[in-house]
């Protein structure tokens, strides 16, 4: 088989779907065709062991400012992917430590950083938390609490089901069960894409390969710093008298915890991505002893969950809504964030290969998808980012070009990106 393609996108995740989609769609219904290579089945990735939660709040005013984009995009997904995705708005309550040596003070240099790119982001007394869970948090006087309306639940096997649907109605070429194993790269650009199902030719490479991205491209002497910190998901059944249906997402900073109701009965929880350097620095010097790098997603082991774990977070749940009792285990799995050094995406061009863009998201990507896509579709197609209030320059690849990237973890650039 060899082909030649407009585009083709290395990774049939969440961001992959989507930079096809936006790239196929700019292109119309010409000749010029966009292809999707997926070693397993589009999604098979982190893009089906996600919350599907697509909130803004974020350290960086330009990632929220993409998030607040997002969002609108979410809600109306037809115009840009030619699907519409259901979702719920149950909003999130964010609660944090309000201790002297706590970081209250970096909650109310948030609040005021996204009340000005317009994200509603307001402190909430503790009444109103009681009110709006009803009855079913606890709350304690060294807490703050936070509330973000405009936070979105999706579902994410929906999601998965309209990538499909989506990718048949852009008509995009998804070639599942292939592998990209190498590159033929000439002076300045990828030449040849070498798959486990013969060559194919692009003149736009996009790079969507996430967790996996570090170990395909070290070949060709690119260094891309993405490492693999696991966490574990677990579902509880409760009753809807003990959790309310309509509970806003829990964003838990003091228990380090994400709650969310999910499909009627289900207590859906997992830890957020640590901001700890220490356990960067750990997470990446981990790389070097995983012989299966990102394929640990697809072992069949990663489905089992300890004695241990499940304690771990049995004793939060029992802490955050004492009222439910010892919960129900109803199942779970191990997922990982994909993250890099600073914990900020890396998007846009290649610095050295003209021909390749970088689409990976730093372990928080779902909600950014139907932006980057249409990023990534600027970049290609108009050769620079259309919308006039999104500057990329943060989130290039280029900020890693010195090689020494434990400088991110060490940095106060990692405690500025506490979200
Ligand atoms: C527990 C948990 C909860 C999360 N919750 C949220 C949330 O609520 N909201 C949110 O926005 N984000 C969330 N995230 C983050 C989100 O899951 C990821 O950031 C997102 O799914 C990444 O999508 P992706 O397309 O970059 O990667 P992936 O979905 O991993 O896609 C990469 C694809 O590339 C393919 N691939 C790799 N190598 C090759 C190759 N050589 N040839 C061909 N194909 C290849 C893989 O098979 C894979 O399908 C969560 C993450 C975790 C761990």
Not at 42 to 56: N, Q, T, Y
Not at 100 to 128: K, V, Y
Not at 208 to 213: L, P, T, V
Request: hydrophobic share 40%; glycine share 6%.
């Amino acid at each position: 088989m060899n082909k030649l393609y407009h585009t083709v996108v290395i990774g049939g995740g969440c961001l992959g779907a989507a930079c096809a989609f936006s790239v196929q769609r700019r292109l119309g219904n010409n000749r010029h065709k966009v292809a999707i290579i997926e070693k397993k089945v589009l999604g098979a990735g982190l893009s089906s062991r996600h919350s599907a939660i697509v909130r803004s709040a974020n350290a960086s005013p330009m990632a929220t400012r993409m998030a607040k984009m997002a969002t609108q995009y979410w809600k109306n997904l037809k115009p840009l992917w030619g699907v519409n995705i259901p979702y719920e708005q149950p909003g999130a309550i964010w609660i944090a430590e309000n201790t002297p040596d706590s970081r209250a003070e970096s909650w109310t240099a948030l609040e005021h950083m996204l009340q000005q790119e317009g994200i509603g982001f307001a402190m909430l007394a503790h009444r109103d938390v009681m009110d709006l869970s009803r009855q079913a948090l606890k709350t304690v006087p060294d807490e703050i609490y936070y509330y973000e309306p405009d936070v979105l639940q999706l579902d994410s096997p929906q999601i998965l089901n309209a990538m499909q649907t989506a990718a048949k109605k852009n008509r995009i070429d998804v070639l599942e069960h292939c592998e990209v194993i190498d590159f033929a790269h000439a002076e300045q650009g990828i030449s040849a894409i070498n798959t486990s199902q013969g060559k194919i030719f692009a003149e736009h490479v996009i790079n969507a390969a996430g967790a996996w991205s570090a170990e395909l491209f070290a070949g060709i002497g690119l260094s891309i710093p993405v490492a693999l910190e696991p966490v574990y998901a677990a579902n509880f059944l409760v009753s809807v008298d003990d959790i309310p249906e309509g509970m806003p997402i829990i964003a838990d900073y003091v228990n380090q915890a994400y709650f969310r109701r999910w499909r009627g009965s289900i207590l859906h929880m997992h830890q957020p991505r640590s901001r700890n350097a220490k356990d960067i620095a750990r997470s990446f010097s981990r790389a070097v002893m995983n012989p299966e790098g990102a394929n640990v997603i697809y072992d069949a082991l990663s489905f089992n969950v300890t004695h241990q774990q499940l304690d771990n977070y049995l004793g939060k749940v029992i802490n955050r809504f004492p009222k439910i009792g010892k919960p129900v285990y109803a199942g779970g799995y191990h997922s990982f964030f994909d993250i890099t050094p600073d914990l900020k995406f890396i998007l846009g061009p290649d610095t050295q290969l003209t021909n390749l863009y970088h689409c990976l998201g730093a372990g928080q990507a779902l909600k950014y998808a139907p932006i980057f896509g249409e990023i990534i579709a600027d970049l290609i197609i108009e050769g620079n980012v259309t919308a006039k209030s999104i500057d990329i320059a943060e989130f290039s690849i280029d900020r890693f070009s010195n090689n020494d990237i434990s400088q991110y973890w060490q940095s106060n650039a990692l405690k500025k990106n506490s979200l």
